[in-house]
């Protein structure tokens, strides 16, 4: 009866043929260009997410990732009885637009919600919110 034999490292090598062409597969799939599914997200803040500040801010500026679409894009700022203490409208910045501000009133100490809705010019609406406060100055 013949005897096979099997050089060493004979099994590694085919184990590594066998993972190869599913590898490759996987790799190609991962370098084709994708169709972006995200949507217009905030970048940063003045005032910033959860700010204590002495002062109360004369606005809220807020930038995105994205350009806005100008008749779609709101903010509302509410103190922490959920009322809304602006009347003015945000507005989309004519030299950069990606950012959104919107012109305060005097605001009192207290907690303020800042709540957004956006649309981006890709077509995606993103509304969030995000809170701050006004801390009270020892005259006060």
Do not use: C
């Not at 995606?124 to 005259?139: N, Q």
Request: no cysteine; hydrophobic share 35%.
């Amino acid at each position: 009866m013949p005897v096979l034999i099997q050089k060493p490292g004979r099994r590694q090598h085919s184990l590594t043929r066998r993972w190869i062409g599913p590898m490759l597969i996987l790799l190609g799939l991962l370098s084709l260009p994708t169709a972006s599914y995200s949507h217009a997200q905030m970048e940063r803040s003045n005032p910033g997410p959860r700010a204590m500040l002495s002062r109360p801010p004369q606005r809220i500026q807020l930038w995105f990732n994205e350009k806005l679409e100008q008749a779609y894009s709101t903010i509302v700022v509410e103190n922490s009885a959920g009322t809304s203490v602006t009347e003015q409208k945000a507005s989309v910045d004519g030299e950069n637009q990606k950012q959104l501000t919107l012109e305060l009133p005097l605001l009192e100490p207290g907690k303020y919600i800042v709540r957004y809705k956006v649309l981006s010019v890709d077509g995606h609406v993103v509304d969030s919110k995000f809170k701050f406060k006004v801390k009270a100055t020892p005259s006060q």
